[in-house]
């Protein structure tokens, strides 16, 4: 899909397209790339360190959770202008849930080097994107551990400043 425009996909993402202006989406868009998974390849494993998040172009994925057994279990199945891997890149949690592609995937990659450049230049987007991923959290919790407690901005803010 060489049609695809990062800056339009970052735009129609309401995590971003909340947060960042019209400039900082592109600085951002500027620093992701297209990347695409075939059928039965797993984009993310639950417990493992994220250093990137997906938008999701086209395709499908589906979503599992393992319970105390090591049983999956079916939570979500996400497709075209959905995301995976957020709370991960933004918090430096290790990754909630485990994601299989089930029909090939072309998805926008958004590393932790890309955000933390337009996060260097405004850092008051970390309050902006704590909110956000706040309310997602509450929406989310099936798919997402609880961090009960824990203020998300915080835990953003240390993870992108800690050397």
Do not use: N
């Amino acid at each position: 899909m060489d049609d695809v425009d990062p800056r339009d996909v970052i735009g129609a993402i309401p995590l971003f397209a909340d947060a960042l202006d019209e400039a900082q989406r592109d600085s951002l868009a500027a620093r992701c790339h297209i990347v695409t998974f075939r059928k039965g390849a797993e984009m993310m494993t639950e417990g493992e360190f994220g250093s990137s998040m997906f938008a999701i172009v086209a395709g499908t994925v589906a979503v599992t959770v393992a319970d105390r057994r090591g049983a999956e279990h079916d939570v979500a199945h996400l497709g075209e202008g959905e995301i995976v891997g957020e709370m991960s890149l933004l918090t430096g949690a290790r990754r909630s849930a485990t994601v299989v592609v089930s029909d090939e995937v072309v998805a926008l990659e958004i590393t932790k080097v890309a955000l933390e450049q337009v996060l260097a230049r405004a850092p008051d987007l970390i309050d902006r994107f704590g909110a956000i991923l706040a309310r997602r959290q509450a929406e989310l919790d099936r798919v997402a551990k609880a961090h009960s407690g824990e203020d998300l901005a915080h835990r953003i803010r240390h993870f992108f400043t800690r050397r």
